[in-house]
């Protein structure tokens, strides 16, 4: 009889929760070991960390700040992962639908409770608008949409930096250069936390069952898992492929609304913080499941979060990226490892 | 050299004790009264101050500096305790850090770039926290705001740079199109006018106050467009090793960082917070504290280092005897000025306000890409 590693297509999920909640905790004893190392207390760091983010308002308000753009950005990825396609150009999506809202904020006079839903739709659109190239490059001249949407994300990136300094520079004279404060915000939900959050788990919702419960839904997976199975069996790859990438940029186009008119309530460079890219990783943490992005997101907000206490306990920048980091290694080693088990086996049956 | 920094240091020291009261600002820019009382007194074993940075401390400009500013509190204040956060993005996380500060009962929060909505949405929530933002133009009751009238020591500066550039065309590594850019490029191009009155000037704008890579890559643009003296507002040395690599000369900010260009470098405008820091960080203390809008005149606070070995005797004679004018009260900021488009901005013989220069945000005649 001989032990084998055996890997499986998918893990269970228990297997693959415990793997995660190990590989967190590992990431977070070398996280300590090489803290304490370096002179500092990892218990009473913890300690605070938890304090701030779990035993207050104060914390948990902004982490629910954080988690609304990251669900959105995440839900971007994933969504547009259910058909095959990466999406890396969230972060320009979220640009142009930071962009497009803040342009009918800025040129078109209304109240707010009309003024919000426009733009709403202009955040959509903002987004589905700067996917639509990749989307037909890809559906017709199969040209990977890797790379033309991550390029894209610097064209956005400079596009807010033209406007936000340039043509829509707020004229009062502010140091930093920025749009004037927009008049419509987003009302307040709980603290500071905006509508914003509350309406981004409700689209994930809404995603996930349709992906679940309709025909279309199980058309793009099928299409997804094997484009030629899908086309064999006489599914419109093509015109999926393209539905479901544009909703991915103006899913992301929305987290770049509801920034906006949400939490910033100025157009200005910058303010994606990185949003667009780490909503990859929220979709990777997610496994593609576009309710398991809630999760994600709330794990990386937190991740942040914690990383933004400890940078006000005396623990540097770069201290804390490389934990950040940490964490998402371990658990992406974890994630592998929930796939294999350990099988006995009997030399006959090999 | 190092000796001539330490002497340019205590001179700028001495200037500073001798101008005392004109660390406060001019008359016209003083806020009005303040109504409401002064925050209540703090122990100086119970008071937490925390700084929040846009570059990292070890920057050796800008944010550097800021820092010794802290350390000075430190060493004046030893039961203090201080925290810092560096390299905070001009986004919501930036509201989420300055938050953080409240949540761990700071008492003072020191903003040392202008985060604006970013840093006020925190400070209206906290009325019982003093809150500062330098190059803040929006003080609130429990907000101040501080800078430096860097204007002056450019416009010295600047006029050595008009002697030394032979194409008489300058080149501009700027941040932002914000005030402090404009009154830099205008104050620079002004010195340099006074002895050239062909310079011009070239401006790129990398959108960063801290981006070494972006900042040398224009640096190489503006020399390859033929300037041959730049200027910036750049809290690192990037473009200065252009400027030595190419065989060209450098004006630079915050510190002396010359030994990454002995031979580039003119001079730089150089800063110092810690006596304000210090002042403002006693008021408190003691319960004295209001919001107020300090600019720190050019001698305390703000001042030209001491000039690059590849300067000139006479050039080093000419500028400073415009240094000297302006620390007398003489100012070179009168009309007739025209902004780039050719329009008259400011009349003949009208002398702008300290509040005007600091609020500059057009470009004078002789100015593109901005």
């Given at each position: 009889m001989a032990i084998r590693l055996q890997r499986l297509p998918s893990a269970s999920p228990a297997v693959a929760l415990a793997a995660r909640a190990i590989a967190i905790l590992l990431a977070l004893v070398t996280a300590g070991l090489l803290l304490a190392a370096s002179g500092a207390q990892p218990l009473k760091l913890a300690q605070q960390v938890l304090k701030s983010t779990f035993g207050s308002g104060f914390g948990l308000e902004d982490v629910g700040l954080l988690v609304t753009p990251l669900i959105l950005t995440g839900l971007s990825v994933a969504v547009a992962l259910r058909i095959g396609a990466w999406n890396i150009g969230a972060e320009g999506q979220f640009y142009a639908g930071a962009f497009a809202a803040t342009g009918v904020a800025l040129f078109i006079p209304g109240p707010s409770i009309v003024m919000l839903p426009l733009m709403f739709i202009a955040g959509a659109l903002g987004g589905l608008i700067w996917i639509l190239v990749p989307t037909l490059a890809r559906a017709?001249?199969?040209?990977?949409e890797l790379i033309t949407t991550l390029l894209l994300n610097f064209v956005a990136t400079l596009l807010v930096y033209y406007v936000a300094t340039g043509p829509w520079l707020d004229p009062g004279g502010h140091a930093l250069a920025t749009t004037a404060r927009l008049k419509h915000d987003m009302p307040e939900f709980i603290g500071i936390v905006h509508w914003g959050f509350p309406m981004a788990i409700l689209l994930a919702v809404i995603t996930a069952a349709t992906f679940s419960f309709t025909r279309w839904g199980y058309e793009v997976r099928i299409a997804g898992s094997n484009p030629q199975a899908a086309k064999y069996a006489g599914m419109p790859f093509r015109r999926h492929l393209i539905v479901v990438m544009l909703l991915s940029g103006a899913i992301a186009g929305i987290a770049g609304m509801l920034e906006v008119a949400g939490t910033v309530h100025r157009l200005q460079g910058g303010i994606s913080n990185n949003f667009g890219y780490l909503g990859i990783m929220v979709a990777v943490l997610a496994r593609g499941s576009c309710i398991g992005v809630i999760a994600g997101a709330a794990l990386m907000a937190v991740i942040l979060n914690s990383g933004i206490i400890l940078q006000t306990q005396g623990v540097n920048t770069s201290t804390v990226l490389a934990i950040t980091g940490l964490i998402l290694f371990f658990t992406a080693v974890g994630d592998e490892l929930a796939h294999f088990r350990i099988v006995s086996s009997k030399p006959a049956e090999a | 050299m190092s000796d001539l920094r330490h002497l340019s240091r205590r001179r700028l020291l001495n200037l500073g004790a001798a101008a005392g009261s004109s660390l406060?600002?001019?008359?016209?820019?003083?806020?009005?009264?303040?109504a409401a009382a002064p925050l209540p007194a703090v122990a100086e074993k119970d008071a937490l101050i925390a700084f929040g940075h846009t570059?990292?401390?070890?920057?050796?400009?800008w944010t550097w500096s800021h820092d010794q500013g802290m350390k000075a509190v430190k060493a004046a204040f030893p039961q203090v305790k201080t925290v810092f956060v560096e390299?905070?993005?001009?986004?919501a996380d930036a509201t989420r850090t300055y938050r953080q500060f409240v949540s761990e009962n700071a008492c003072m929060v020191f903003a040392t770039s202008n985060y604006g909505d970013f840093l006020y949405d925190v400070a209206k929530r906290s009325p019982k926290v003093a809150f500062y933002e330098c190059d803040g133009r929006n003080p609130l009751d429990n907000l101040s705001t501080y800078y430096v009238a860097h204007w002056y020591p450019t416009y010295v500066t600047g006029v050595a740079a008009g002697l030394m550039s032979k194409s008489g065309k300058l080149g501009y590594v700027a941040s932002f199109p914000v005030p402090s850019v404009f009154s830099g490029t205008n104050a620079f191009l002004m010195g340099a006018r006074s002895v050239n009155p062909n310079a011009t000037m070239q401006v790129i704008t990398i959108n960063s106050w801290f981006d070494p890579q972006a900042a040398t890559q224009a640096g190489t643009a503006l020399l390859d467009n033929g300037c041959d003296l730049l200027f910036g507002i750049m809290d690192e040395a990037g473009y200065l090793q252009v400027a030595e690599k190419r065989g060209a000369k450098a004006v630079m900010w915050n510190?002396?960082?010359?030994?990454?260009?002995p031979k580039a470098y003119i001079s730089s405008i150089v800063i110092d917070f810690k006596q304000y820091y210090v002042g403002e960080v006693k008021k408190r203390l003691e319960g004295t504290w209001t919001p107020s809008s300090t600019i720190l005149p050019m001698g305390a606070g703000v001042d030209r280092d001491a000039w690059g070995e590849s300067v000139p005797e006479d050039v080093r004679k000419q500028a400073d005897a415009v240094r000297e004018k302006i620390l007398g009260g003489w100012s070179p900021f009168v009309g007739e000025i025209k902004d780039a488009k050719g329009n008259v901005k400011l009349a003949s013989g009208k002398r702008m306000s300290e509040a005007e220069l600091y609020n500059w945000d057009w470009p004078i005649a002789g100015i593109s890409g901005l």
């Amino acid at each position: 009889m001989a032990i084998r590693l055996q890997r499986l297509p998918s893990a269970s999920p228990a297997v693959a929760l415990a793997a995660r909640a190990i590989a967190i905790l590992l990431a977070l004893v070398t996280a300590g070991l090489l803290l304490a190392a370096s002179g500092a207390q990892p218990l009473k760091l913890a300690q605070q960390v938890l304090k701030s983010t779990f035993g207050s308002g104060f914390g948990l308000e902004d982490v629910g700040l954080l988690v609304t753009p990251l669900i959105l950005t995440g839900l971007s990825v994933a969504v547009a992962l259910r058909i095959g396609a990466w999406n890396i150009g969230a972060e320009g999506q979220f640009y142009a639908g930071a962009f497009a809202a803040t342009g009918v904020a800025l040129f078109i006079p209304g109240p707010s409770i009309v003024m919000l839903p426009l733009m709403f739709i202009a955040g959509a659109l903002g987004g589905l608008i700067w996917i639509l190239v990749p989307t037909l490059a890809r559906a017709y001249a199969d040209v990977s949409e890797l790379i033309t949407t991550l390029l894209l994300n610097f064209v956005a990136t400079l596009l807010v930096y033209y406007v936000a300094t340039g043509p829509w520079l707020d004229p009062g004279g502010h140091a930093l250069a920025t749009t004037a404060r927009l008049k419509h915000d987003m009302p307040e939900f709980i603290g500071i936390v905006h509508w914003g959050f509350p309406m981004a788990i409700l689209l994930a919702v809404i995603t996930a069952a349709t992906f679940s419960f309709t025909r279309w839904g199980y058309e793009v997976r099928i299409a997804g898992s094997n484009p030629q199975a899908a086309k064999y069996a006489g599914m419109p790859f093509r015109r999926h492929l393209i539905v479901v990438m544009l909703l991915s940029g103006a899913i992301a186009g929305i987290a770049g609304m509801l920034e906006v008119a949400g939490t910033v309530h100025r157009l200005q460079g910058g303010i994606s913080n990185n949003f667009g890219y780490l909503g990859i990783m929220v979709a990777v943490l997610a496994r593609g499941s576009c309710i398991g992005v809630i999760a994600g997101a709330a794990l990386m907000a937190v991740i942040l979060n914690s990383g933004i206490i400890l940078q006000t306990q005396g623990v540097n920048t770069s201290t804390v990226l490389a934990i950040t980091g940490l964490i998402l290694f371990f658990t992406a080693v974890g994630d592998e490892l929930a796939h294999f088990r350990i099988v006995s086996s009997k030399p006959a049956e090999a | 050299m190092s000796d001539l920094r330490h002497l340019s240091r205590r001179r700028l020291l001495n200037l500073g004790a001798a101008a005392g009261s004109s660390l406060l600002l001019p008359p016209g820019l003083i806020r009005s009264a303040h109504a409401a009382a002064p925050l209540p007194a703090v122990a100086e074993k119970d008071a937490l101050i925390a700084f929040g940075h846009t570059g990292p401390v070890t920057d050796e400009g800008w944010t550097w500096s800021h820092d010794q500013g802290m350390k000075a509190v430190k060493a004046a204040f030893p039961q203090v305790k201080t925290v810092f956060v560096e390299s905070i993005p001009y986004s919501a996380d930036a509201t989420r850090t300055y938050r953080q500060f409240v949540s761990e009962n700071a008492c003072m929060v020191f903003a040392t770039s202008n985060y604006g909505d970013f840093l006020y949405d925190v400070a209206k929530r906290s009325p019982k926290v003093a809150f500062y933002e330098c190059d803040g133009r929006n003080p609130l009751d429990n907000l101040s705001t501080y800078y430096v009238a860097h204007w002056y020591p450019t416009y010295v500066t600047g006029v050595a740079a008009g002697l030394m550039s032979k194409s008489g065309k300058l080149g501009y590594v700027a941040s932002f199109p914000v005030p402090s850019v404009f009154s830099g490029t205008n104050a620079f191009l002004m010195g340099a006018r006074s002895v050239n009155p062909n310079a011009t000037m070239q401006v790129i704008t990398i959108n960063s106050w801290f981006d070494p890579q972006a900042a040398t890559q224009a640096g190489t643009a503006l020399l390859d467009n033929g300037c041959d003296l730049l200027f910036g507002i750049m809290d690192e040395a990037g473009y200065l090793q252009v400027a030595e690599k190419r065989g060209a000369k450098a004006v630079m900010w915050n510190t002396d960082i010359r030994r990454y260009g002995p031979k580039a470098y003119i001079s730089s405008i150089v800063i110092d917070f810690k006596q304000y820091y210090v002042g403002e960080v006693k008021k408190r203390l003691e319960g004295t504290w209001t919001p107020s809008s300090t600019i720190l005149p050019m001698g305390a606070g703000v001042d030209r280092d001491a000039w690059g070995e590849s300067v000139p005797e006479d050039v080093r004679k000419q500028a400073d005897a415009v240094r000297e004018k302006i620390l007398g009260g003489w100012s070179p900021f009168v009309g007739e000025i025209k902004d780039a488009k050719g329009n008259v901005k400011l009349a003949s013989g009208k002398r702008m306000s300290e509040a005007e220069l600091y609020n500059w945000d057009w470009p004078i005649a002789g100015i593109s890409g901005l």
